[in-house]
């Protein structure tokens, strides 16, 4: 199993990003689907998830209205659309899969970088 995210990089305080997580050697669709977040000397932090295969979606609070998570299980991808970002967002974002069983298998990707700073 394999998850490969891409699309960080440095952008300007207001600015967006999409971040992308592609998945190889799973059934994607019976996936739940997570984007994590780690900024120096904090702990992980969950941002958002997208559930299967109902497709309901949680943020936490610091994102909410900004952020935007969503799949395409015919590419195997999951997105997060960010939006208005800001300096606190700076973070290495991880990808994470969990299976609907139990227990879950748990996957997580090897992180993107994104800097938010003028």
């Known amino acids: 199993v394999q998850l490969v995210e891409s699309g960080g990089g440095l952008v300007q305080p207001g600015g967006s990003l999409r971040l992308s997580c592609v998945a190889s050697g799973l059934t994607f669709s019976s996936y739940h689907m997570s984007w994590y977040r780690q900024a120096p000397e904090k702990e992980r932090e969950l941002v958002a998830t997208i559930t299967t295969p109902d497709g309901r979606t949680n943020y936490a609070d610091s994102v909410k209205g900004r952020f935007t998570i969503s799949r395409d299980n015919a590419k195997n991808t999951v997105y997060l659309q960010m939006n208005s970002l800001e300096p606190e967002d700076t973070a290495v974002y991880y990808c994470?899969?969990?299976?609907?069983?139990?227990?879950?298998?748990?996957?997580w990707g090897q992180g993107t970088q994104v800097t938010v700073s003028s």
């Open positions: 994470k899969s969990r299976s609907r069983n139990f227990p879950p298998y748990i996957y």
